[in-house]
């Protein structure tokens, strides 16, 4: 198995036929393919972190969609590979978020930490917007409480230069 770049009209174009219960994104910072004898098993897009206080974005990365056609080991060859990027352009924290039933096996054999209180969920329109935003009840991704996942990449830097 490789991993290499993919364009995000690609990537998307993956998670629109495989992806168990998101949406493709919009945007992202870089995006990886995992193939297998010639065939894409994977993608990983990695983007801005999407929770409002979850750090700077030019400090940290978040994995916003991982989807794999079920290939041995893609998801952790994806998360690895995110991480050496990240790292390499100088990012100094990679998270991601999976649901509280998943089981996050690939990120523990990839590294990473899994912060042990559950975070988030709910719906993104809350009641106090309710007459500004329109109605709520998205049915369009989970709601669920969700498992964060981090990777520490270098020490904590702001603007560029590194705190010790």
């Not at 912060?115 to 329109?134: A, D, F, N, T, Y």
Request: glycine share 10%; aromatic share 6%.
């Amino acid at each position: 198995m490789n991993v290499r770049p993919i364009e995000l009209a690609d990537a998307n174009a993956f998670i629109t036929k495989l992806h168990r219960h998101h949406k493709p994104v919009v945007g992202h910072r870089f995006s990886l393919a995992a193939w297998k004898d010639g065939t894409l098993v994977g993608v990983c897009v990695v983007g801005r972190p999407v929770a409002r206080n979850a750090g700077h974005p030019l400090e940290v990365v978040e994995v916003t969609r991982l989807c794999t056609d079920g290939t041995k080991n893609a998801c952790s060859a994806l998360y690895s590979a995110a991480a050496r990027v990240a790292k390499e352009i100088g990012f100094g924290k990679i998270q991601t978020y999976i649901m509280e039933t998943e089981h996050g096996t690939s990120l523990k054999a990839s590294g990473w930490t899994m912060k042990e209180e559950l975070v988030g969920g709910g719906q993104w329109k809350r009641p106090s917007m309710e007459g500004l935003w329109g109605t709520l009840n998205r049915t369009d991704q989970p709601t669920c409480k969700k498992r964060l996942w981090y990777k520490t990449l270098r020490a904590a830097a702001v603007r560029g230069e590194v705190k010790e």
